[in-house]
């Protein structure tokens, strides 16, 4: 289970993502770990993806040997047809997508990557990726229009530990919300800044 929050701003990106993993034994019994780093470093900034991990993170090494972004697509349908060859049929690998940052000529940009596009998101976007069959809307609606709507661009803050505190603040709150509704989304997450000058990731414990 994976819940990522992204955010893209005019001069700078957010990307979050909580830390459990699960394992599934039967339809009903899992074993939950609360200690997954779900967000990666690459050399151009942050690179995750929702789905089967193992998936995301055999397409990521493929970056990390000098692939290029425009090759990821046809990189992520052969890394699914390798694990299907592993493991068999399974849905998390049908809907593994990645999302990473890369830099552009107007600064960091997320890129949304499935079997058959890769998609650079613009400025004032607000992205969400979460459990299939899940609501995650119901258990923090207010918190996430709230993000939305304060969603402004690094510079308008007047130090780099402002921006970084204001925003850590609310995704942290989206967090508790949806930990509280959902046993399978932790409340501690790993977050990633970024912006021209700099890339800057934080665990985050989030505690009661």
């Known amino acids: 289970m994976t819940f990522i929050i992204a955010m893209q701003a005019e001069d700078s990106l957010i990307v979050s993502a909580d830390n459990t993993t699960v394992a599934f034994s039967n339809r009903t019994a899992f074993r939950r770990n609360i200690a997954s780093k779900k967000l990666l470093d690459w050399p151009g900034g942050v690179f995750t993806g929702t789905g089967e991990y193992g998936v995301v993170q055999r397409t990521l090494e493929h970056l990390i040997r000098g692939a290029a972004l425009s090759s990821l697509p046809a990189l ?123 890339s800057l990731m934080f665990f985050a414990e989030n505690p009661a």
């Not at 049908?94 to 940052?101: A, F, H, V």
């Not at 923090?140 to 803050?157: G, K, M, Y």
């Open 76 to 198: 992520l349908a052969h890394e699914k047809a390798y694990r299907r060859q592993e493991a068999g049929p399974n849905e998390q690998i049908d809907i593994t997508r990645l999302i990473l940052s890369a830099p552009t000529p107007e600064g960091p940009r997320l890129h949304i990557v499935t079997d058959d596009a890769i998609e650079q998101i613009g400025p004032g976007e607000l992205l969400m990726f979460f459990p299939l069959d899940y609501d995650f809307f119901a258990a923090s609606s207010e918190a996430i229009r709230d993000l939305n709507a304060a969603l402004c661009p690094q510079s308008v803050f007047a130090t780099p530990d402002e921006w970084i505190g204001f925003y850590a603040e609310k995704f942290a709150h989206i967090y508790a919300l949806q930990s509280q509704n959902n046993e399978l989304i932790s409340r501690s997450f790993n977050i990633h800044f970024q912006t021209e000058e700099q």
